[in-house]
């Protein structure tokens, strides 16, 4: 089964599942209930998705910069969840450029959130230089930074987020997904809302059951997208210049670059 579709080609398979063709008994009208239930399926799809395996949803690399003196940096409008953040440091940490992407350091710092009881207060943990950076989000979509940056910074940090959702603007903008299944879950999740307020429940339960038939497929092919690399969590630190007192993860304002 190919998994690009578009939503006009959902519907028409959706309606032949429920034999309501040509019916004025579901609303198949532009924003009508019928396109309602597909994107809400959709939308339940993706957070799975992204949920179950980040990288059918992840975007990025975005670069954002900082300004000296302000904590909060917005994220992209589209921003739902944080994949990953980096600092990526000018050369003055090492000499070397990364060759896939000239002009950047190759070596990427990780920037680690940080809890409410440690905001503003991460310097005490240390007896001299710059505290390592940390991040938070707020309820408007911004990173809190801490410490505050010192300088304003071009494109220094890169960002990897899940955008939300985002409906397809009619119906025949393609709509793809790259797990096979997801279209034959959709017609069948559909199809059951349908059924369910006709009160036919047999149809109701058989569609409910093949929904979730499908549903789980999706999730153990997203799960197993990467064998050769499985999810794992390397935290491996670092120090200014190899010498034993740098501190992890690099500095703001080190070396005058922040």
């Known amino acids: ?18 034999d309501a063709t040509g019916t004025t008994y579901i609303d ?16 339940a799809l993706w957070n799975l998705l992204a949920e179950t395996q980040d990288s059918y949803t992840k975007r990025g690399p975005v670069m954002l910069s900082t300004a000296a003196g302000v904590r909060t940096i917005p994220l992209p ?43 503003g207060s991460n310097a005490q943990y240390f007896n001299f230089g710059p505290p390592p950076i940390y991040y938070d989000i707020d309820g408007m979509n911004n990173l809190l930074m801490d410490p505050i940056p010192t300088q304003n910074n071009t494109n220094v940090l890169e960002l990897w ?10 119906d025949a903008e393609t709509i793809r997904f790259l797990t096979p299944g997801w ?12 059924f369910l307020k006709e009160e036919s429940m047999t149809q109701f339960g ?10 789980e497929k999706v999730r153990n092919l997203a799960d197993q997208r990467d ?15 190899g010498s034993t007192w740098g501190m992890d993860y690099g500095y703001w304002g080190f070396y005058g670059t922040w």
């Open 1 to 18: 089964m190919s998994t690009v579709v578009n939503r006009g080609q959902l519907k028409t398979r959706i309606l032949a599942r429920f």
């Open 28 to 43: 198949n009208s532009p924003g009508g209930e019928l396109e309602q239930l597909i994107d809400s399926k959709l939308r």
């Open 77 to 119: 409008p589209d921003f739902m969840n944080l994949v990953g953040l980096y600092y990526v440091p000018d050369n003055k940490f090492q000499s070397a450029t990364n060759p896939m992407y000239p002009g950047l350091s190759s070596r990427r710092i990780i920037v680690r959130r940080f809890t409410a009881s440690e905001y």
């Open 161 to 170: 987020y899940t955008p939300a959702y985002s409906a397809p603007a009619n």
């Open 183 to 194: 279209e034959d879950y959709i017609v069948d999740s559909v199809s059951a809302e349908l």
């Open 206 to 215: 058989a569609c409910m059951q093949r929904a979730q038939m499908w549903e």
């Open 227 to 241: 064998r050769l690399n499985p999810v794992r969590i390397a935290d491996t630190g670092w120090t200014e210049n």
